[in-house]
Structures are given as structure tokens and as C-alpha cells.
């Protein structure tokens, strides 16, 4: 009996320290993830459904499913994210509840930056690059479709492993850029921060990955006659987003691996007491940090300067310069990392430096603005909701930008570093610029994606729902920054007076919270009570992906389009209307497509293995995750079954369907 009973302690001792417990709230999340899981598995039993998933969505390399994949996936981390945002805010409110304590804040604030930023922001940006580049370019799929294919599984599993740490092992506390020490075995004894190390790192081979392929994408499979200068606006912000890509997320992913080295092995990389320099992971992380600010901002000035130009019926003002201010920008990126420590005694010179740089750059972010603004003028408007969240992006990112230029004032930053005005700023810019954008781009793209729009009087409602919670959220945070108020901390006295600008901006945070489930209505009451588009082009677009049926077939175009103008769509439906004859289109052929592959989705799970291996330090799960990626890697290599035609019978047939005569 003492064994029998020693056994089941130890078994009670096990659980008590790998899964997360004495915490109501966690203990809710419990519940709510075995009945979401359970639902899941009940409806696709219940309906046969297992096949078509895994056909259809888990082995496909099609880039629009990779790209519906994405987003949908983003938008559950937007959920995540925005429930740990309101928490924080319930804190800060009621200061003496102790809704959360300093513990929990710590690794709520942590994961909600991470989620926002790489789990998120980035997806929703991959999404929109999937749905809408291949198609802008005349192609019909991206360069290397079983490396998207690879880079979205590996986004998924990083981002699910490192989810999962709130439940299993417990959550990283160390800031969502996880300095050393706090980082160091030291400050974090605990498997949170090799969560954190492991999540971002799979995901962020992704990432890069999804950055090669889109370069390449772009740069070799264009339509015949589409020059660089005849390139679609979103399709140059790409490209710009890739370039930084490429060069920035190398930089994360040696930092996190010397990280995991001193985690691991007791190396010394940014430990102080044996040699290492904190310092160094610092420069490190911001080498990535703050180029990953315009990486994902890029690509939302691209969706703007198509909304703009598509619903004011004019051609897009000072193309070029547009161009040339955002491949400025992906270069100038990497002159600005240092303004993020000005006062960790860098010395007045680089102070000076960094300062000068960081101001540079608001040069070409203006550019663009001016650019959008005379487009607008004397345009015929149609304040549809895509336009209007591009509307209001504007003044939005006006304040982010004037706050950004205050923050790189060297001397000033003294005052406002650390403050909650960082905080107001960080996020104006960010949910602004980057937010507001993908939001109009999914709705600009929705059609595209699912053949109905989304209900526009829904979507009105939302976006001021949105828009008056936002500023109502975040104008009160650069008064308590300005008032003293410094960023994470869980609570603070009545006597400090800020009290009112909390109250008040959690109510702007909640507002938000709400605009987000008018949104999830939305899209509910537009799948129930969906209009199909049948002419796809239901806004009278500019471009090539509105030249196709809605949704787009598996193969794109019938026929590879011959591109003659910057706006080819749009100048052919001109010169349709002014009575000339149409292009003349190529004979139908068979068309040339990739097949689905199970590998990507192994490979991921297999990496997504080996990360959980080693965060517990457990090598009999880590080597069994190893040996798979080798073998996946193998039985890809000997596959020589990656192909297949569709022939002209069926395009015809599909095109039919479509209402299109080929």
C-alpha cells in the first residue's frame, strides 16, 4: 500500500508542477479549451468531415487556402491577445482587487505582446500575401508552394506550443522581448521562457521562409508585359516587407538560439557573472525589433494605397515616390534599433545618431500620407467600410507618427522611456497602422476569398464601435504617461491621481473588445445571409485579381493575362466601355499545378516535437523529433510526384460555372 500510495503521490507531485494550477482562471481557459476541442471533434465525426479536412485544408499548397488558413488562425490569436488585453485593463482599474496578481500580470502582459505582434499581426500580413499577391502578379501560385505550404504549418505549431504554456509548464514573464537577466536561468527558473524561446522559433523559420518565397514570387513570376513599374502598390509594399524579412529575422533567430545555449548548456552569451554582456541581447533583439515594426506596417500601406485608389476612382497619386518611400523605409529600418535604449548610457553621439535617423524616417512615412490625400481629391468617393477604416487610419497614424518623432528626440525620451505614453504611442502606431490596414484589407479581399461580401451596415457599426473605444483606450494613457505613470505595473496608489485615465481608458478597451464581436457577427451574419457575387468585381477594382471569378479557381487565371497598364484591369474595362474590342486572350491549354503534399504538416508536427522536447530538457522526445524532420526532409527529396495538369475540358467547365466564356 505505501508503494501503491507513493506511486500516486508521485503521479499528484508530476501534475501539480507540469500543468498550471491554483488558478481560477486558468482553470476556466481548462474548461473552455477540452469543450472547444470536444465540439471540434464531435462536429467533424458527426458530419464525415476528417477526409475533407485533411484533402482539402491540412495537405493543400494552394495559396489561397494557405492564405485563408492564416488569417483565420490569426484572427483566434487576435481573440487571445485581446482577452488578455482586457484582463490587464480590469487590473489596472481596480488596483486593490487583485484580479490578477503581480505573477500572472507579468505573464499575461508577456504573451500578450508576442501574441499581438508574432502570432497575430504577422499571420493576418502572410494571409493577405497569400490571398492577394499571386493574383495581383497574373500567376497562378506562389514561386515555391510547398514551402508556403511548410511556412504556415511551422507559424501554427510554433504559435500553438508557445500557447500552450499558459496551461502546460507555465507562461514566459520576462517582457515580450525577454531581456537578460530576467531571461537568464536566474530570473526565469522556470520552462515559460523556453516556451517563449521554442514558439518564436519554429514560427519564425516560417516567417523567413514565407520571406524567400514571396521575394522570389514577385521578382520571377509576373505576367508577361508587367514591368516593375506597371507592379500593383500592395505587391511593391511586399516586396519591401520580404526585403526586411529576410535580413531581420536571421538576427531573432540567432539571438533566441544563444539564449536557449545559456538556458541549456550554461553557456554565457548575456550572463554577466561569466563574461557575457546583457547588453549585447539587447542590440540583438531591437536589430530585429524595430525593423519587424515596419514589416508589418508595409504591407498595410500598400492595402491603403489600394483602397484609396479603388474607391475614389482615380489612379493612385505619385506612384513612384510611393514606391521609392517604402524601399526606403525597409532600408532606414535598420539605422533606428538604438532609439529603443537611449538612456542605457549609450553615449550623446549615438544618442545623436540614432536620433537623427529615427526623425529620417518620418520623411517617407509623410510622403505617403500626401500621396493618399491628393488621390482623394476631387475623387468620386464611396465610403464603403474598407475606405472607411482607411480613413481612419489616417489621423490615427498621424498622432503615432508626431509621438514617434517626440520619442526620438534623444534628451526628451529621458522623460517619456518607460512611461505610458510609450505604451499610447506603440499602439496607436500599431493597431492604427497595422490593425486598421489588415482589417481593410480583409474586407476588400473578402470577396475574393469567399465570392460574398461581408454586410456593410454590421461592419459600420463596428468600426465606430472600434474607433471610439480606441481613443477612448488609449488618449487617457498619454495623460497618465505624461502624469508619471510608468508601464508594467499591477497596481498603484489612490494618491497618484491616476485612477480616472484608467477608468476611462478601460472603458475605451472594452468598447474594442466589443467592435471585435460585431465583427465575429458580421462575418456570421454574411455567411447565413450571404448575396454571391457573381461578377467578380464587385467594387470596381483596378487590378488583376478582380479580372477573375469570385472565388478565385484552384488555377487562377484560365489563361495567362498580357499586361499592358499599371491598372490593367481598369484600363481594360475602360476601353471595353469606350466601344474598342477586349484584349485578345490565348488559346486555352492545360494548366500546370502543384499537388497537395502531407509533408509540411508532418515536418511541422515533428518540429513542433522537437520544441517541446527541449523546453522540458526531455531529449527521448526531442531526438524522435529530430529523426522525423530528417525523414520528412528525405522522403520530400525522393518525391518526384509533386505535379499534375488540369486539363482544358475541366478549366472550361469551371470557367462555365463562373459565367465566364473562355
Known amino acids: 500500500m505505501r508503494g501503491e500510495a507513493s506511486v500516486i503521490d508521485q503521479i499528484k507531485d508530476f501534475a501539480s508542477w507540469f500543468f498550471v494550477s491554483g488558478d481560477p482562471l486558468i482553470y476556466g481557459a481548462d474548461v473552455a479549451i477540452a469543450l472547444t476541442t470536444a465540439a471540434i471533434i464531435f462536429v467533424l465525426s458527426y458530419f464525415g468531415k476528417w477526409g475533407w479536412l485533411w484533402r482539402e485544408w491540412l495537405t493543400t499548397v494552394d495559396h489561397k487556402r494557405v492564405g485563408i488558413m492564416y488569417i483565420i488562425a490569426a484572427l483566434l490569436m487576435l481573440f487571445r491577445g485581446g482577452v488578455d488585453a482586457l484582463m490587464m485593463r480590469t487590473q489596472l482599474v481596480f488596483p486593490d482587487m487583485k484580479f490578477l496578481s503581480p505573477e500572472h500580470y507579468n505573464e499575461v502582459f508577456t504573451t500578450h505582446g508576442v501574441i499581438m505582434i508574432l502570432f497575430m499581426a504577422m499571420p493576418l500580413m502572410f494571409g493577405l500575401f497569400n490571398i492577394a499577391v499571386p493574383l495581383q502578379l497574373g500567376a497562378r501560385d506562389v514561386a515555391f508552394p510547398f514551402l508556403n505550404s511548410l511556412s504556415f504549418w511551422l507559424f501554427f505549431f510554433g504559435a500553438m506550443l508557445f500557447n ?27 520552462v515559460g ?30 505576367a508577361p508585359g508587367m514591368t516593375w513599374s506597371r507592379v500593383p502598390i500592395f505587391t511593391w509594399s511586399v516586396l519591401s516587407s520580404c526585403i526586411a524579412i529576410i535580413v531581420a529575422f536571421p538576427v531573432l533567430t540567432v539571438t533566441l538560439a544563444l539564449l536557449f545555449l545559456d538556458r541549456f548548456l550554461g553557456a554565457h552569451f548575456f550572463t554577466m557573472d561569466g563574461g557575457g554582456n546583457a547588453m549585447m541581447y539587447v542590440n540583438l533583439i531591437w536589430m530585429w525589433g524595430h525593423p519587424e515594426v515596419y514589416i508589418v506596417v508595409l504591407p498595410a500601406f500598400g492595402i491603403y494605397s489600394e483602397v484609396v485608389a479603388t474607391f475614389s476612382k482615380k489612379r493612385l497619386f505619385g506612384y513612384g515616390s510611393m514606391v521609392f518611400a517604402m524601399l526606403s523605409i525597409s532600408i532606414m529600418a535598420y539605422f533606428t534599433w538604438l532609439h529603443h535604449f537611449f538612456t ?234 469606350a466601344g474598342k474590342m477586349p484584349k485578345e486572350k490565348p488559346k486555352l491549354e492545360p494548366i ?68 465566364r466564356g473562355v
Not at 504554456?165 to 526565469?188: A, C, Q, R
Not at 523559420?205 to 522570389?216: D, K
Not at 518525391?639 to 475541366?650: A, L
Open 592 to 659: 500546370h499545378m502543384p499537388k497537395n503534399s502531407p509533408i509540411p504538416f508532418i515536418q511541422s508536427i515533428c518540429w513542433f516535437t522537437v520544441g517541446f522536447g527541449l523546453v522540458f530538457h526531455w531529449l527521448w522526445i526531442a531526438i524522435p523529433g529530430f529523426v522525423g524532420i530528417a525523414l520528412t526532409l528525405l522522403a520530400h527529396s525522393f518525391n518526384y510526384d509533386t505535379d499534375y495538369y488540369i486539363p482544358v475540358d475541366e478549366i472550361r467547365q469551371t470557367e462555365a460555372k463562373a459565367g
Open 344 to 577: 542605457m548610457g549609450s553615449g550623446a553621439n549615438v544618442n545623436i545618431f540614432f536620433a537623427i535617423s529615427t526623425m529620417i524616417i518620418a520623411i517617407p512615412t509623410g510622403v505617403k500620407i500626401f500621396n493618399w490625400l491628393f488621390t482623394m481629391f476631387r475623387g468620386r468617393i464611396s465610403f464603403t467600410t474598407p475606405m472607411m477604416w482607411t480613413l481612419a487610419f489616417i489621423p490615427c497614424f498621424v498622432v503615432g507618427g508626431m509621438t514617434g518623432v517626440m520619442l526620438s528626440v534623444a534628451p526628451a525620451d529621458f522623460q517619456f522611456h518607460n512611461s505610458y505614453f510609450l505604451i499610447a504611442h506603440f499602439h496607436q502606431v500599431l493597431i492604427g497602422g497595422v490593425a486598421f490596414g489588415y482589417f481593410a484589407g480583409l474586407y476588400y479581399w473578402w470577396p475574393k476569398m469567399f465570392g460574398f461580401k461581408l454586410n456593410e451596415t454590421i461592419g459600420k457599426w463596428a468600426f465606430w464601435i472600434w474607433n471610439i473605444g480606441f481613443y477612448v483606450c488609449f488618449m487617457p494613457q498619454y495623460v497618465v504617461g505624461l502624469d508619471g505613470m510608468t508601464r508594467r505595473i499591477n497596481s498603484y496608489g489612490w494618491d497618484t491621481g491616476w485612477w480616472a485615465m484608467n477608468f476611462t481608458s478601460t472603458i475605451g478597451g472594452f468598447l474594442m473588445g466589443i467592435g471585435f464581436l460585431f465583427q465575429v457577427w458580421q462575418i456570421a451574419h454574411s455567411i447565413k445571409f450571404m448575396e454571391k457575387d457573381t461578377t467578380g468585381d464587385p467594387w470596381g477594382a483596378r487590378t488583376l485579381e478582380w479580372s477573375i471569378p469570385s472565388p478565385a479557381p484552384l488555377y487562377n487565371f484560365a489563361t495567362t493575362p498580357l499586361v499592358t497598364d499599371r491598372d490593367d484591369w481598369w484600363e481594360e474595362k475602360e476601353r471595353i466601355a
Open 193 to 222: 521562457e523556453d516556451f517563449y524561446i521554442w514558439g518564436i522559433q519554429v514560427s519564425g523559420i516560417g516567417s523567413l521562409m514565407t520571406g524567400i518565397n514571396f521575394i522570389v514570387t514577385i521578382v520571377k513570376m509576373r
Open 164 to 190: 500552450m504554456s499558459f496551461v502546460i509548464g507555465g507562461s514566459p514573464n520576462g517582457g515580450w522581448l525577454s531581456y537578460p537577466p530576467l531571461s537568464e536561468l536566474t530570473g526565469s527558473p522556470g
